[in-house]
């Protein structure tokens, strides 16, 4: 039931654009997708419901494909404050169900 | 609003103690989340409440851990005859109720079991 994330790690030079992906066996009813920096909280980016819609957040978008049962997410332009670990969330039935998380994409941002 | 704070931040026991971890949520959320982090690897279900029902527990839940949440406010996480392998970042999480809400996270407690 865990969703699986690709790739697990990722290197990028400032200003190049990553993508994220998050995968389902089973079908979907949200996607959240978190930051997280070292020794720190994960932080809540955004949330995709089933539909297919795609959300943007600055340089950061997110789309789900409900065929698919796969949310992407895009980083344009990347900063080095970009840097850290994404993790996506799942929620399945009617969204009232506890987030299960994936293994995360290790992202690391260089000059 | 000071987000969601947790009590300790480290915790360093011995093998057999019980531990209590404390987590105060976002005062307006109704909802309140425990996970478990280890190295690597994303935040694991533990338990969660709406209000102050216990409403669902990982079957990976021992029945040595047990949880609270007196009132719909704040919660705790007890483990009682801690082992080596309970040793992880207990993060507690809230949200408001409904499919739009993300989870906002506490910065953890820090579990060493030696």
């Known amino acids: 039931q865990q969703p699986v994330q690709s790739p697990q790690a990722v290197i990028l030079r400032e200003g190049e654009d990553a993508v994220i992906n998050c995968s389902s066996s089973k079908a979907l009813y949200s996607v959240h997708w978190y930051r997280q920096k070292h020794g720190e909280a994960p932080v809540f980016l955004m949330i995709?419901?089933?539909?297919?819609e795609q959300k943007g957040h600055d340089k950061i978008s997110a789309s789900f494909n409900e065929k698919k049962q796969q949310s992407s997410l895009y980083l344009t332009a990347s900063q080095l404050s970009y840097s850290g670990t994404y993790f996506c969330g799942t929620g399945y039935f009617s969204g009232n169900t506890p987030l299960v998380f994936g293994k995360g994409t290790r992202l690391s941002v260089i000059a | 609003d000071t987000g969601v704070s947790q009590n300790p931040r480290h915790k360093i026991t011995k093998r057999g103690q019980n531990v209590t971890f404390r987590c105060d949520p976002i005062?307006?959320?109704?909802?309140l989340y425990w996970y478990r982090q280890t190295l690597g690897q994303g935040p694991e279900f533990l338990t969660y409440f709406q209000n102050e029902a216990q409403l669902e527990k990982s079957r990976l839940l021992s029945d040595r851990f047990s949880a609270e949440r007196p009132k719909g406010s704040f919660s705790t996480l007890e483990i009682q005859r801690t082992e080596q392998g309970d040793s992880a970042m207990y993060l507690c999480?809230?949200?408001?109720?409904?499919?739009?809400?993300?989870?906002?996270f506490g910065s953890g407690t820090r579990l060493t079991v030696v």
């Open positions: 005062s307006e959320h109704n909802r």
């Open positions: 999480a809230s949200s408001g109720q409904g499919r739009v809400y993300g989870y906002t």
């Open positions: 995709l419901l089933k539909g297919g």
